[in-house]
């Protein structure tokens, strides 16, 4: 009884799981990024005159800025154009049946009743994500742009553990990682770094050294082969959760046709909190190196199952035109490789 009335409820045409889903999405990214910018900007008046770093300052809310209204025009323009196709078909089915329905009367009562019908009449979370695995070359974009999340987050979560960052401070970015691409993300952490670095007024004086004694180099010998056994660990455990990511990304189009692919897509998600989870710091560069190398066999290896239309220039093909929802991922990714290029390496 319980499995029915879910059933019925998160399927259209009375499809309120769906739809509060998605609105959730949206209301959950507005009131994190609103949070956020807050705080930002609090931090920004606390600085006294203008900040050294006022070029990179500007660099970021830049691409913030064009990162969020990117999003915000593929994410209207995907909703403009459902609601379209359902409206035409509601009157021309409602035309050939001779009838009218509810919404038909004018005025903003009958706008939000028709929005109100579409929303439940459509199955807005689950359309979106079907297009992001809807052919060969929309999968590819989709994960290639989820890999420089998981990426943008692993670099995110070490940050935060580097510079000892409260978890009150990294919970909205962590949480805004999850709803939307990354890339707005990112801006807005880094520009949190750089308005941090900013306040710091001046290093603490240094300490002279002291002159080596035997109980210290014994400690510090021991501290060393621990500080080897931690490295080793965490490289391990980056190295186990890459793969991992990989292999639920490579697993996912698979599910598209079956009811487990929105359960699927949700722990895809999820998977997302992976290198916030624990120690996610990397020993050196050669451990960065071998996880790309690692996704990357991975996307080739993608690119051979899937074989038709995977080519770069098909991949180029649907971020440049098309669908709305692999779009918005794709120019999201072009993105985040170009914030990458300028501060993702520091």
């Not at 025009?73 to 078909?89: A, C, D, G, R, T």
């Not at 010998?221 to 056994?229: E, F, G, N, P, V």
């Not at 391990?236 to 009811?259: D, M, V, Y």
């Amino acid at each position: 009884m319980a499995f029915e009335t879910l059933t019925l409820y998160a399927n259209p045409p009375t499809n309120i799981v769906g739809t509060t889903l998605f609105l959730s999405y949206i209301a959950s990214a507005l009131y994190f990024i609103s949070s956020i910018a807050v705080s930002l900007v609090g931090k920004y008046r606390a600085l006294n005159g203008k900040p050294k770093n006022a070029r990179d300052i500007r660099i970021l809310v830049a691409f913030a800025t064009v990162s969020f209204a990117s999003l915000s025009y593929h994410m209207l323009k995907f909703l403009v154009i459902s609601y379209s196709q359902w409206n035409v078909n509601r009157q021309f089915f409602g035309t050939r049946a001779g009838t009218g329905g509810p919404g038909d009367e004018g005025g903003w009562q009958g706008l939000w009743l028709r929005v109100w019908q579409w929303m439940l009449s459509s199955a807005l979370f689950e359309s979106f994500a079907k297009e992001l695995v809807s052919d060969a070359p929309s999968t590819l974009v989709t994960q290639v742009a989820l890999l420089g999340t998981w990426f943008w987050d692993v670099w995110i979560a070490g940050k935060a553990t580097q510079r000892k960052l409260p978890k009150s401070q990294t919970i909205p970015y962590i949480a805004l990682s999850q709803i939307l691409p990354i890339t707005l993300t990112a801006s807005l952490f880094l520009l949190d770094t750089e308005l941090s670095s900013s306040s710091s007024s001046s290093s603490p004086p240094l300490k002279t050294p002291k002159p080596p004694t035997q109980a210290n180099t014994s400690a510090t010998r021991t501290l060393t082969k621990s500080r080897a056994r931690t490295l080793a660990a965490t490289k391990l455990s980056f190295t186990l959760r890459t793969l991992l990511f990989n292999a639920a990304l490579l697993l996912l189009p698979s599910f598209a046709p079956t009811p487990s692919f929105i359960p699927f897509v949700l722990l895809t998600r999820v998977m997302l909190l992976l290198p916030h989870l624990g120690q996610t710091r990397l020993a050196a560069d050669d451990d960065w190196f071998s996880a790309l190398t690692l996704s990357a066999g991975f996307v080739v290896a993608n690119a051979s199952l899937l074989a038709k239309g995977a080519g770069v220039l098909g991949v180029l093909g649907r971020v440049w035109g098309g669908g709305m929802a692999v779009r918005a991922l794709g120019w999201d990714g072009v993105l985040a490789g170009g914030l990458a290029g300028g501060w993702g390496v520091r």
